[in-house]
């Protein structure tokens, strides 16, 4: 069965640009004609970007809405997303398709005039890289409940109350959905679990999990010897590595991390691999930084990972775990926190170490303590890790269940 489907992600960059590209590219490789619309990032492969934004005026204007709407919520818990935007977006401003699959489309696609636009029996594939498109407006809803029934008196708002942006927000999307073929697509257990205890989840005609997928011949490991070196990392010390897009994002918890490596230092010579953009914190003298920057490199990326003993991500949540999902792929095992998808990639003592205790640094330290007393079982894990990845999380298995899903949406 021949179809066109076209993929819809505001940028390129992070952790759900990242996996569109990867989705895109699989389904291109499997002979799909598959095609990637973006605003912010590159030009990459085939994808396509909205030049709309080439004029100054408009780029003005962008920037006047960001910061009309961010000054209206509490930054310290998050990104809130207002759905309406500075240019109406029709599907009709695209090629001729026969799948929308949507992934990250906030800032980009006005949400009424574009969702307003498409057919009542096109396909709608919104693959979930987080909470925001069953919520009133937060990616993650952390301790809040509202979305399972109606958001209104948000707690990332400065002004909250029972009909403030959030409650607008969940109205719209409760009068657009039903007028769509729409179909969630969670990237792991925990996400559909949450879609499907949303309210604005129930309006969709079906929710399911596809995993995110890698090349696992682009992502394979280096042998730890050899990468070490190259990064001068002395073969003595515990190599701990950290990633994330930015430093300062507080989900990822980079303090706690640095509060349980600083207690590990009391005892063990510990260097730190560290990539991501934003400034670093002060460390003390008994903690060696390895200090990468952004890395967009596959190839450096592989070398960070392989050249790491083991690999922390201490997110406070996570709907998936793309750089787990990396570092595995390197041979290179994970501890995190018990939280979000993360366990559906990382088996306890088997492909690296879950802490129960989400947020803290006592029960991070227990499992870098293990993890740095334990080298033989570290290695086996790291085995264990890569083979997994080879099992269930590839590229190819993705676009192999995405063309599944779009052939049985599809008219027969």
Not at 91 to 96: H, L, Q, V
Not at 139 to 145: G, N
Not at 237 to 243: R, S, T, V
Not at 387 to 405: G, N, P, S
Request: aromatic residues 10%; contains cysteine.
């Amino acid at each position: 069965m021949k179809f066109k489907v076209n993929h819809f992600t505001s940028q390129c960059y992070g952790g759900t640009g990242i996996a569109s590209q990867r989705l895109n590219k699989a389904l291109i490789q499997k002979s799909i004609d598959s095609c990637l619309y973006f605003r912010y990032g590159t030009n990459v492969n085939v994808d396509v970007k909205d030049i709309r934004y080439n004029s100054w005026i408009w780029r003005q204007l962008e920037n006047y809405k960001i910061q009309l709407n961010w000054h209206s919520i509490n930054i310290d818990r998050g990104i809130f997303i207002h759905y309406d935007w500075i240019f109406k977006s029709s599907i009709n401003d695209f090629r001729k398709t026969d799948i929308v699959n949507l992934h990250l489309i906030f800032r980009w696609l006005d949400l009424s005039s574009f969702f307003n636009s498409i057919p009542s029996q096109l396909p709608v594939v919104w693959s979930l890289h987080d909470m925001n498109p069953f919520t009133g407006g937060c990616h993650h809803a952390l301790e809040c409940d509202r979305y399972t029934s109606h958001c209104d008196r948000c707690p990332s708002l400065k002004k909250a109350d029972s009909r403030d942006q959030a409650w607008q927000n969940f109205e719209l999307k409760a009068k657009l959905y039903p007028k769509l073929n729409l179909h969630f697509v969670g990237n792991s257990t925990w996400t559909t679990q949450q879609a499907k205890n949303s309210a604005l989840g129930k309006l969709a005609k079906s929710i399911r999990t596809i995993h995110l997928g890698i090349d696992i011949k682009q992502f394979q490991p280096i042998d730890k010897t050899i990468a070490k070196a190259a990064l001068r990392i002395n073969s003595d010390h515990l190599a701990i590595a950290f990633a994330c897009a930015d430093l300062s994002d507080k989900n990822k918890n980079l303090e706690v991390l640095l509060a349980a490596i600083r207690q590990l230092a009391q005892t063990r010579a510990i260097t730190l691999i560290l990539f991501g953009a934003g400034q670093m914190p002060e460390l003390n003298d008994n903690i060696t930084l390895v200090n990468l920057g952004s890395l967009s490199s596959s190839h450096l990326q592989c070398l960070a990972y392989s050249a790491a003993d083991l690999f922390v991500m201490p997110s406070r949540i996570e709907s998936f775990g793309l750089t787990a999902l990396e570092s595995m792929a390197c041979a290179t095992p994970v501890l995190a926190f018990r939280t979000g998808g993360i366990p559906d990639l990382v088996i306890h003592r088997q492909t690296g170490w879950l802490a129960d205790q989400v947020g803290s640094t006592d029960a991070l330290y227990q499992g870098l303590l293990w993890m740095a007393d334990h080298p033989k079982e570290r290695q086996q894990m790291g085995s264990a890790a890569r083979e997994r990845v080879e099992r269930q999380f590839t590229d190819q298995l993705m676009a192999d269940r995405y063309i599944a899903l779009y052939q049985e949406l599809l008219p027969s």
